[in-house]
Structure formats: C-alpha cells, structure tokens
C-alpha cells in the first residue's frame, strides 16, 4: 500500500474508531473533533484535535504537535516501541485493511481464515481506566497477581454490547495492533479492535523470546521472578490462534532462543507443533524450548503459580530447571 492508497482507504477519524477512540460529544462539533489523546491513556481532558475538512490532527497535550494520517501512525507506532517510519506505517495500514489472519485447526491441516475487522466486533469500547473495580482486584487476587503490577499492564475497559446495548466492564491488555484482548471478573473473554500479539520488550537484550498463551501466564513469570519488567522480549498470543504472527515477529526481530510457555493441553501441545514449525521454516531455523514441563499437572503457568503446594522459593528454583529442547522431529512425535 502507498501513501495516496492509505488516505483513500483511511480518515484520521476512521482510524481511531478502529483503534478504539471516539469523539467527546460534548467539545466536538462540525468538522472539529476533539479526542482523549491515543498517546495518553490515562488523560481526562479531550485535548486530541481532528480537523476532518482538511485531514489534519493536532495534539494540545504534547506541545500542540500534529500533522496528516501518515504522521500520526508513525508517531503512534513510535509510542508503542515499534518500527515508525513511512514503510513501516504503510504496512501497518496494509495490515488493517487486509483484516487479520486467523489459524484455526481442522483435524489434519490448518485452515487459514481473513475475517474483516468490521465483522468481527459485537463489542466497542466507550472507556479506558486505571483499575478499581473491586470485583477485578478480587479477580486478580485469585490469580495471585498483585494489582501494582497489574496496572501496569492492565486497564480496566467498559465495552459496550452492540447487539443487547448491555454495558460491561474487564481487565483489558493492549495488543500490538491497539485493540484489547478483554476478561471480566466471572470469566468472560473477548477481543475488541484488531485481534493481534503483544510484545513487551525486556530489559536484557540478549536475543532471547519468552512466549505466552495469555497475559496472566506472563505476569505469573514476573511475579515468580520478582520482577516488573520481564528479562527476556516476550510475545503474549492473546489467542493460541495468533501463533503464526508471532513466529513471523520472533523471525523479523532475529532471536536466537525462543522458549513456549504454552498450557498442557491438547490445543497448547498443537499450538507448540504449529509454532515450532513456523520457526523452523528460516534459513536460520531458532533453537526452540517448551517450557511447559515445569508446570505439569497444571494446565497452565498460573494455575501452577496460584495452585502448587511448593513454596515461593521452590517455585523459583523449578524455573531455573533446564528447558526442554524441542527437535524438528518432534513434531512427527506422539503427544
């Protein structure tokens, strides 16, 4: 996709509705409409200004900084860590308007899917907020993830049901592609936006991966390991169906070392062969672990954190137990 096919296919407007931001009623009128900032979730003001008649945004909070849709996805994939420049907004607009590629088992083979953004949401977002809802810190303490840490990775999302106009509101984790991988407090999971991987880049850049079915697997790692900022670059699949997503992330970034904190079960032991796989097929295939062996008996890593009789210590020495080496001919083996 080029510049000139992007602004055909995209307004400044259409974009934030698709990553979940909507005009404040009350401030905007005509052509001027007025955001809280996509740059800054906790905002309360409505100081993100779009000029739809000329396709211009300016930002009120950072200095009065702005310019034209082109300029604001690079300046928003810069605020997410990732590549910013013209290629690579263009192939991020490439990405949205292509929808999301979603890899569904069907017995022997996988069946690859493209479902459009626009049918896949019943659910829209109507606000992002720092959590207090009793009912997810109890949540959260069931899980044995404490709420410091979970701020700072989780928000809690109203969303509202298109279909019942019934409003609800969870523990929601930004994806790579500014949607919201959502579960509310009586177990209820959904994904609003585009439905994609989180990266969260460690501290130690060292060339190894972690990768996560889901966020409270990682955050269990980092609560077993003290720690609030992960060690190692993590991928959290959000759905064990994104996994071809992040084996193409794993290879664009070049890790030398990938390790699979899947659940043990049947689907994890598929999402393992899949994602294996996908690492292998590299001219310079990656040395893969499964990591899952440490939990056994659990279905995943945080029913093992919450759950397990051994003591904190015991937890944390289990975790410097040697990973298992994943062969390409496991794939082939029985599991």
């Given at each position: ?207 190894i991966l972690d990768v996560f079915e889901g966020a ?97 210590s015991n937890k944390k020495n289990a975790l410097q ?8 001919n496991f794939i082939e083996r029985k599991l």
């Amino acid at each position: 996709m080029n510049i000139k096919q992007a602004k055909e296919k995209f307004t400044l407007q259409s974009l934030l509705t698709s990553l979940g931001h909507y005009p404040n009623q009350k401030k905007s009128k005509g052509n001027d409409l007025w955001y809280k900032s996509p740059f800054r979730p906790n905002e309360q003001d409505a100081s993100f200004h779009i000029d739809t008649s000329k396709g211009f945004y300016k930002d009120f909070g950072d200095t009065e900084k702005g310019g034209d849709l082109i300029w604001f996805a690079q300046m928003y994939l810069k605020s997410r860590g990732g590549g910013y420049s013209v290629s690579d907004a263009l192939k991020w607009f490439d990405d949205l308007s292509g929808g999301t590629q979603i890899h569904s088992f069907n017995s022997k083979a996988f069946r690859k899917k493209v479902i459009p953004l626009e049918k896949q949401d019943v659910y829209t977002i109507l606000s992002n907020k720092e959590i207090f809802s009793s009912s997810l810190i109890e949540y959260l303490k069931q899980k044995n993830i404490a709420l410091d840490l979970a701020k700072k990775y989780f928000r809690q999302i109203y969303f509202l049901n298109t279909k019942t106009k019934k409003k609800i509101y969870g523990l929601g984790f930004e994806t790579r592609a500014g949607g919201f991988d959502i579960r509310t407090a009586n177990g209820f999971k959904t994904m609003i936006g585009n439905k994609d991987i989180t990266l969260i880049e460690g501290c130690h850049k060292n060339g190894i991966l972690d990768v996560f079915e889901g966020a409270t697997d990682f955050l269990s790692l980092l609560t077993l390991e003290g720690r609030d900022i992960p060690k190692n670059d993590c991928i959290i699949l959000n759905s064990g169906n994104l996994y071809k997503a992040a084996a193409d992330l794993a290879k664009q970034r070049g890790y030398y070392k990938v390790k699979l904190w899947l659940d043990n079960d049947e689907a994890g032991h598929k999402f393992q062969n899949a994602i294996l796989k996908e690492l292998n097929d590299t001219e310079k295939p990656m040395s893969v672990f499964s990591m899952n062996h440490i939990y056994k008996g659990f279905k995943d890593l945080n029913a093992w954190h919450k759950n397990s009789h051994l003591s904190l210590s015991n937890k944390k020495n289990a975790l410097q137990d040697f990973p298992k080496r994943i062969s390409k001919n496991f794939i082939e083996r029985k599991l």
